[in-house]
């Protein structure tokens, strides 16, 4: 059974930094892109980053490059998220995702495996 | 950046059909997926590449583009579809995802 299951969230204070991690099992991991997307409390989904199955390309939003720093280790499955520099903003249900890709060319993506998400709150 | 726009809400009473349009430039050159989330849960894919539908989602649900809209259908519409659903492209020029702002289907 596929699983992604993701932990580290909690309460941090503004300029604080936290670390999520993801631990992916019921597939090949190293076979698949796998991405951050988070979830601020009553608002719609806001894609932060991705990171190919190589971990290299890795791609941000705007609002992530420069603070967040997405990584994995193809060894123990697992995919992280270091986040620096928190802001209220960033609290939200960040989740784990697994890509896919929707053509034989793969130059389409989507998501088609998440996690259950952690939360964060960032506040003082 | 590219950006997607669905309508904030669309209600539909039991057994009929529902439309969640997502709006974009140029969208019929790109790849649509949308995407299903109840209260308190993950998200799940409901249709992918436009028109697609994973294992496990019913014929009703479907996909479709038209112009610069894509149009996600869900037909005999029960209470169990009351959800918010989000379209998705991959923004190849920027290597970038894009999420749609959200519809909440309500059942009336």
């Known amino acids: 059974q596929e699983q992604l299951v993701e932990s580290g969230g909690g309460l941090v204070k503004p300029g604080g930094s936290l670390r999520l991690s993801c631990v992916a099992s019921g597939f090949t991991f190293r076979d698949h892109y796998m991405s951050w997307i988070r979830q601020a409390p009553g608002k719609g989904l806001d894609w932060i980053s991705y990171?190919?199955?190589?971990?290299?390309?890795?791609y941000y939003s705007d609002s992530a490059r420069g603070r967040f720093t997405i990584s994995r280790d193809n060894a123990r499955s697992s995919l992280y998220l270091q986040m620096n520099s928190l802001r209220a903003e960033d609290t939200a249900i960040y989740y784990c995702a697994r890509l896919r890709c929707s053509s034989a060319s793969c130059f389409w993506r989507y998501f088609d495996s998440w996690g259950q998400g952690t939360p964060v709150t960032v506040s003082s | 950046s590219y950006v997607l726009t669905q309508p904030p809400s669309v209600s539909v009473a039991p057994g009929q059909t529902a439309r969640i349009t997502c709006g974009g430039n140029n969208i019929g050159s790109n790849s649509v997926h949308w995407y299903q989330q109840k209260p308190g849960q993950a998200p799940v894919v409901v249709v992918y590449?436009?028109?697609d539908r994973p294992s496990g989602i019913p014929e009703r649900v479907s996909g479709s583009k038209s112009g610069n809209t894509a149009t996600l259908t869900i037909g005999r519409v029960g209470a169990g579809d009351e959800a918010d659903y989000y379209c998705?492209?991959?923004?190849?020029?920027?290597?970038?995802?894009?999420f749609g702002g959200g519809t909440k289907l309500t059942v009336l």
């Open positions: 990171i190919s199955n190589s971990g290299s390309p890795i």
């Open positions: 998705q492209v991959w923004d190849t020029s920027d290597h970038l995802v894009v």
């Open positions: 590449a436009d028109s």
